[in-house]
């Protein structure tokens, strides 16, 4: 049973950092793309940042140049740095990879989310 496991979650001050880590527990095939989304309490959950197996990554807007994702080369990690936090970006966030060659469902794993608190 694959499982992704999400560290690094916990309460900061605006402007403080912090770094989310994920990682598979089992060996996934074909993983095409790894990310991070969040939700808030009466909000969407919505794409944070995602990066590719080819490495091309994407931000939403509200977090560009405050937030690095990055992947581990040969592994199923990925790693989120998170600068400049501020009250807005406090929800629970998401480990998320998807697999190719796949249809329906059971073709993402999801980790069981980390809490982000940020502080005025």
């Known amino acids: 049973q694959v499982q992704l496991v999400e560290s690094g979650g916990g309460l900061v001050q605006a402007g403080g950092s912090l770094r989310l880590s994920c990682a598979a527990s089992g060996k996934i095939f074909h993983v095409t793309a790894m990310g991070w989304y969040r939700q808030a309490p009466g909000n969407e959950r919505e794409l944070v940042a995602s990066?590719?197996?080819?490495?091309?990554?994407k931000y939403a807007d509200s977090v560009k140049g405050r937030f690095t994702i990055s992947s581990e080369r040969g592994k199923n990690s990925v790693l989120m740095e998170m600068n400049s936090l501020k009250p807005e970006d406090t929800a629970v966030y998401y480990c998320?990879?998807?697999?190719?060659?796949?249809?329906?469902?059971?073709?993402?794993?999801w980790g069981q989310g980390t809490q982000v608190t940020v502080s005025s």
């Open positions: 990066i590719t197996s080819g490495g091309t990554t």
């Open positions: 998320k990879a998807d697999r190719g060659f796949c249809i329906g469902s059971g073709c993402s794993y």
